[in-house]
Nanobody
């Protein structure tokens, strides 16, 4: 089992920045990988960024160069730094962790970018 607690998010103007945090209930070295997904109204949930246990990262094309995923191993926490935010980034952002074939999810954090 992995519990994920998210923090961060909120309302920001276009061009601004926000940082999301996701703390796992156990060592992230015991987790195969972690990432962030987002879901906008009436759209499917999509992968934003991920990082594997070995540190390999992956980003959606729409956020490359603007978002950065990172982790603090000592705090069992993964971060998503979001810069140059756009109105189309508005969504509920979910932290995700996967262990073998099981996915775990955070509670979701609303990110709203005003134009």
């Amino acid at each position: 089992q992995v519990q994920l607690v998210e923090s961060g998010g909120g309302l920001v103007q276009a061009g601004g920045s926000l940082r999301l945090s996701c703390e796992a209930s156990r060592s992230i070295f015991s987790i195969d990988g972690m990432g962030w997904y987002r879901q906008a109204p009436e759209k499917q949930r999509e992968l934003v960024a991920s990082i594997t246990r070995r540190g390999s990262t992956n980003y959606a094309d729409s956020v490359k160069g603007r978002f950065t995923i990172s982790r603090d191993n000592a705090k069992n926490t993964v971060y998503l730094q979001m810069n140059s935010l756009r109105p189309e980034d508005t969504a509920v952002y979910y932290c995700n962790a996967w262990v073998q074939l099981t996915n775990y999810w955070g509670q979701g954090s609303q990110v709203t970018v005003s134009s």
